[in-house]
Structure formats: structure tokens, C-alpha cells
């Protein structure tokens, strides 16, 4: 991180200390109530800075959404290069996902109500080196990853499990997708209200109704 030109590395701070700021006031408050001008009060930027950054308070949401994705990419690989198999990179996917809904709450919801009024793919802007650097510093070779949507990410390691034989070859794919992306986008908004709800125990659960197999991580 050090090695970067020092614009690079504050560009990545500042932007980071934005969206931390937007998180940390969605645990209690909707995004539509969320001042801006608090917000840039606390990390101290202007307004002017903040939607220089930012073209609206959803691209901070889809700014984590992201980060999200390449570390889910990441750790996806890093299963397999482990020695799971593609449906143990799925139940991979769930649990960081799970873990992501326990420290950012508010954040699954604000997603799925914004794809529910705008019906648009989210459209991920490549990350800077620096940010990379500052996100995910422990991740060798995360650099060479880029966004996805959950979608893709499913998608791809359905049709390697479907290949590799962990699924019966009469395996509808296409349902099968579509029954772990209600998975994962309904259940956080279901249980939301729970104050003890245990995602990850739930995901599991529900991953299994649908057939998915006891991953080796449960």
C-alpha cells in the first residue's frame, strides 16, 4: 500500500471512510433518511466531494456490493484450491454472505428495493489498485479479480458442479439457480426482524431443502 502514489491511497480512504460512514448509520435508519450532509460532516468532505465519489447514496450500497463480490470470488477459489468441490464454493458464497448481512444490516433490504424498482443489472466499477490494497490486504492475488453479479457467481459454479458430476446430469440448472437466488435475497429480508436470527444456520437449511448436498464447511 505504501508504494502507491499517496492521491491513489487517499482517493481509496476517503472513499472507504464514506461508504463505513453510510453503513454505520444503516443499522438503525433507512438509506433514504440518511443525511448526506451528516455523513461528509463526519468524515469531513463536502457535500461536492462525497457525489464526486458517489453519483447517489445507492452507488455506496453497490460500492460494498463490490467489494462483496471479489472477496466471495476470492474465497470461492480458494475452496476449490483446497480441495472442495463447486457445491462446497456455493455453500462458500452463502456463509461470507451470511457473516456480510451480521455486519452491515439494513444493506440486503436497500438492495433488493432498489432492484425491485429499477430492474437493472448493477453495473460494478473496477476498483483502483489502492483500493484493492486497502480492502482486502491479505488476499494474495485478489488483484486479478473483478466484480460479479451473485448470479454469475452461482451460474458458474452450478455448470463446473453440473461437469464435474456433483450433480445428476438431469439436474435443471436453470431452476436450480433460480431457487438459490431466492435464497439468498429473500431469506436476510425475512428474518430481519429477528434479533437472533441465525442467517447462516438458515441459508444452510434452506440450501439443503433444495437439494444442494451438506457442504464440507457445516
Known amino acids: 500500500m505504501k508504494e502507491l502514489p499517496l492521491r491513489e491511497r487517499k482517493y481509496a480512504a476517503t472513499k472507504a471512510a464514506l461508504l463505513y460512514a453510510v453503513l454505520a448509520r444503516l443499522k438503525d435508519q433507512t438509506l433514504e433518511s440518511i443525511s448526506v450532509k451528516e455523513v461528509c460532516r463526519e468524515v469531513q468532505v463536502s457535500e461536492t466531494t462525497f457525489f464526486n465519489y458517489f453519483a447517489s447514496k445507492h452507488a455506496v ?3 460494498l456490493v463490490n467489494i462483496w463480490s471479489i472477496t466471495a470470488g476470492w ?7 483446497q480441495g472442495g468441490g463447486h457445491l462446497d464454493a456455493i455453500c462458500t458464497l452463502f456463509d461470507l454472505t451470511a457473516e456480510q ?3 452491515t444490516p439494513g444493506v440486503m433490504g436497500e438492495i433488493v428495493a432498489w432492484q425491485t424498482r429499477k430492474r437493472d443489472r448493477v453495473a460494478f466499477t473496477p476498483l483502483t489498485r489502492a483500493e484493492y490494497a486497502l480492502h482486502f490486504p491479505d488476499k494474495a492475488g485478489i488483484e486479478r479479480l473483478e466484480a460479479q453479479g451473485v448470479d454469475q457467481l452461482l451460474g458458474a459454479q452450478l455448470h463446473a458442479a453440473l461437469q464435474a458430476g456433483e450433480l445428476a ?3 435443471d440448472l436453470p431452476a436450480l439457480a433460480l ?3 431466492a435464497i439468498f435475497f429473500v431469506t436476510p429480508i425475512l428474518l430481519q426482524q429477528e434479533a437472533d436470527a441465525d442467517v447462516k444456520d438458515a ?3 434452506q440450501l439443503q431443502l433444495v437439494g444442494m448436498p451438506a457442504c464440507r464447511s457445516w
Not at 75 to 81: N, R, S
Open 61 to 63: 450500497i453497490f460500492y
Open 75 to 81: 474465497e470461492m477459489q480458494h475452496t476449490l484450491a
Open 101 to 103: 448481512i451480521v455486519q
Open 169 to 171: 446430469a438431469d439436474t
Open 179 to 181: 431457487a438459490l437466488l
Open 203 to 205: 441459508f444452510r437449511r
